[in-house]
């Protein structure tokens, strides 16, 4: 059954500074990789997907990034700042089923002013 | 301005009733679908549904049932054996190999 971890479960970063979130997904056979933002009581906004036949995406201050041979992805944020702190999610759909994204449980971002 | 929009934003309900969560979306998407959320898990997808008058199981259907006689309209039911229902309901929704967009949540609570 695939799952999928994110590391760290938690993060606190002083402002301006760069940082990873990491995704792993137990099959590497992942396809429509997304990452979501979360803000407290809120649905998810959707921040980058990574297709099928796409390596990495970029968006503004974000990148995310998916290595196929491994399963794992990794978001990238430049120059964080205050309106950052939310919870990042990376979902991703098992193998041919494109509409059955599994979810990982977030990692929790706090930018310190 | 384009959306999903979920209604209520709370729902008190005493255990034993069934009760009926909203989610309409104007974005013309033909995929829809209802996840919930717990404390320290991730999304679990109840149903799903791809066209009109077509849904699917997710992976966590039983006590849950929905149906899709619109294309615009996704209502989920939460029937009286849903062992727990007390959660945060996220209804999406998609075009195929898009992002997901998502509606705000509707918070139940079952006493």
């Known amino acids: 059954k695939q799952e999928v971890t994110q590391i760290p479960a938690a993060l606190s970063v002083p402002e301006g500074e760069n940082l990873v979130l990491n995704c792993s997904f137990t099959?590497?056979?992942?396809?429509?990789l997304q990452w979501f933002r979360q803000d407290p009581g809120k649905g998810l906004t959707s921040l980058l997907l990574?297709?099928?036949?796409?390596r990495e995406q970029t968006s503004g201050r974000l990148n995310a990034s998916l290595d196929k041979s491994s399963g794992r992805s990794t978001l990238y944020i430049a120059a964080s700042q205050p309106g950052d702190s939310a919870t990042y999610l990376c979902?991703?759909?098992?193998?041919?089923?494109?509409?059955?994204?599994?979810f990982g449980t977030g990692t929790l971002l706090a930018v310190q002013p | 301005d384009g959306g999903i929009t979920q209604s209520p934003k709370y729902l008190f309900r005493k255990e034993g009733q069934n009760v009926t969560l909203s989610c309409e979306q104007n974005?013309?998407?033909?995929?829809m679908y209802w996840y919930r959320q717990d404390p320290g898990q991730g999304l679990r997808l109840i149903y799903y549904?791809?066209?009109?008058?077509?849904?699917q199981k997710g992976d966590i259907a039983e006590g849950y049932s929905v149906s899709r006689e619109k294309k615009e309209s996704f209502p989920l039911t939460v029937t009286s054996a849903q062992k727990n229902p007390t959660a945060f309901y996220l209804c999406?929704?998609?075009?195929?190999?898009?992002?997901?967009?998502f509606g705000n949540g509707t918070r139940l609570t079952v006493t």
């Open positions: 999406a929704s998609s075009r195929y190999n898009s992002p997901l967009h």
């Open positions: 099959d590497s056979a992942i396809y429509n």
């Open positions: 990574i297709q099928s036949s796409q």
């Open positions: 979902a991703g759909a098992p193998g041919g089923a494109t509409n059955k994204l599994i």
């Open positions: 974005l013309n998407h033909d995929a």
């Open positions: 549904s791809q066209i009109v008058n077509d849904f």
